[in-house]
């Protein structure tokens, strides 16, 4: 039993590969059936590899592209508009700023689209994690469009975040939508009727009353 145990974990070391480079935050936290929404840890891990951004980039390009991706999506600091939040002064914030959120799964739709669903950190009683996901164009080593799509209510802890994916992500790729979770509040928190995604901005904003 304890030989069996000790291989199940090398195994998830190895895939269990949710962030941009090593990915040992995840690694190093448990997973179990009652806060994974009854997918085994087999089901998981083979969904992990599946999708894994190192199909497609290097670590260090990983890296880089998550700086991109969290200028988009990330909070901006003080004093920028949703036009200056891209000037290269502001790098190194976003560069810090990216550490704290994780590449989870990545699908290539064509040679420049991709689907992505990120973990992020959230602070609140019901708990530290939460999702997004969207897609981007990438030429020429650079994102030319980036649209996020959905993002999550809250959840308890990574691994709420990284099983709800599964359900999120698979629907999001096979039907370019995830019109079937859109009113789901066990799963997504904007957009709803309230709050949209402004594609112009890159913000979600409120709907304006008539």
Not at 26 to 31: A, F, L, Q, V
Not at 126 to 151: A, P
Not at 163 to 188: M, P, Q, R, S
């Amino acid at each position: 039993m304890k030989k069996k145990l000790l291989f199940f974990l090398c195994i998830s070391c190895i895939f269990i590969s949710c962030s941009r480079t090593s990915q040992k935050k995840i690694e190093s936290e448990p997973t179990t059936h009652s806060n994974l929404y009854n997918y085994t840890d087999a089901v998981i891990v083979d969904y992990l590899k599946k999708y894994s951004p190192t199909q497609f980039f290097t670590e260090s390009e990983i890296d880089s592209l998550m700086v991109n991706i969290v200028t988009y999506i990330g909070k901006k600091p003080k004093y920028t508009t949703p036009t200056t939040r891209f000037d290269s002064k502001n790098r190194n914030y976003y560069t810090n700023l990216s550490k704290n959120f994780e590449m989870c799964y990545l699908h290539k739709e064509n040679d420049t689209t991709y689907y992505y669903y990120i973990l992020r950190p959230a602070r609140s009683p019901q708990g530290n994690s939460r999702g997004t996901g969207g897609f981007f164009n990438y030429k020429n080593n650079s994102i030319t469009y980036l649209q996020e799509v959905f993002v999550t209510v809250i959840n308890k802890n990574k691994e709420e975040s990284i099983a709800k994916g599964i359900n999120l992500f698979t629907e999001f790729i096979t039907n370019k939508n995830i019109d079937t979770y859109i009113h789901n509040e066990l799963f997504i928190e904007w957009p709803d009727q309230r709050v949209f995604y402004d594609t112009i901005s890159h913000e979600w904003r409120y709907h304006l009353d008539n």
